[in-house]
T-cell receptor
Framework: GENVEQHPSTLSVQEGDSAVIKCTYS??????FPWYKQELGKGPQLIID?????GEKKDQRIAVTLNKTAKHFSLHITETQPEDSAVYFC????????????FGSGTQLTVLP | DVKVTQSSRYLVKRTGEKVFLECVQD?????MFWYRQDPGLGLRLIYF???????EKGDIPEGYSVSREKKERFSLILESASTNQTSMYLC?????????????FGPGTRLLVL
């Protein structure tokens, strides 16, 4: 089945700096790659997603890039703010069942004021 | 507004007890999911359902069962709770169809099995 690896597990940045989180996946048939943000005491919430026919997608301070050849995708957050502090999860669609997502292990991002 | 609710935020049970975790969505979604979340392991899929009375095993179904009698409600059952089932349980739903799409999560139930 699909395997998704996520790095780093923890990341601290100064407010205003950029943050990058990277994920690799194993199943070359995967074609949907969402990113979720989980704030303390809440369930994960989608922040951005990308499908395999697109190499990059941007939404204000957040961008995701996808390299299908290398089977990796990354989340980029620019001009980080304290409210960006949260756990971030990447995910990939499983080839066996397109409804399913396989999640990475998560990255705890801390933005220092 | 999209809403997924879970019956309890915190639950404490004894080893061997039967435990029911309830999830309700008000978005008329076809698909519903149960995950468990453990530190360093991310979210792991226990079971999912793509229609009423339909269910499919996820990656870690052992020790769990599910029930979906109505479209809006998806229940996770621990037949005989064990200490290694202490975890955060997250329910999610998505619109429907075979294409992977946005999943909407509930706030989670933190279960402690003593």
């Amino acid at each position: 089945g699909e395997n998704v690896e996520q790095h780093p597990s923890t990341l601290s940045v100064q407010e205003g700096d950029s943050a990058v989180i990277k994920c690799t996946y194993s199943d070359s048939a995967s074609n949907y790659f969402p990113w979720y943000k989980q704030e303390l005491g809440k369930g994960p919430q989608l922040i951005i997603d990308i499908r395999s026919n697109v190499g990059e997608k941007k939404d204000q301070r957040i961008a995701v890039t996808l390299n299908k050849t290398a089977k990796h995708f990354s989340l980029h957050i620019t001009e980080t703010q304290p409210e960006d502090s949260a756990v971030y999860f990447c995910a990939a669609s499983a080839s066996g069942s397109a409804r399913q997502l396989t999640f990475g292990s998560g990255t705890q991002l801390t933005v220092l004021p | 507004d999209v809403k997924v609710t879970q019956s309890s935020r915190y639950l404490v049970k004894r080893t061997g007890e039967k435990v029911f975790l309830e999830c309700v969505q008000d978005m008329d979604h076809e698909n519903m999911f149960w995950y468990r979340q453990d530190p360093g392991l991310g979210l792991r899929l226990i079971y999912f359902s793509y229609d009423v009375k339909m269910k499919e095993k996820g990656d870690i179904p052992e020790g769990y069962s599910v029930s979906r009698e109505k479209k809006e409600r998806f229940s996770l059952i621990l037949e005989s709770a064990s200490t290694n089932q202490t975890s955060m349980y997250l329910c999610a739903s998505s619109l429907g169809g075979v294409q992977a799409e946005t999943q909407y999560f509930g706030p989670g139930t933190r279960l402690l099995v003593l």
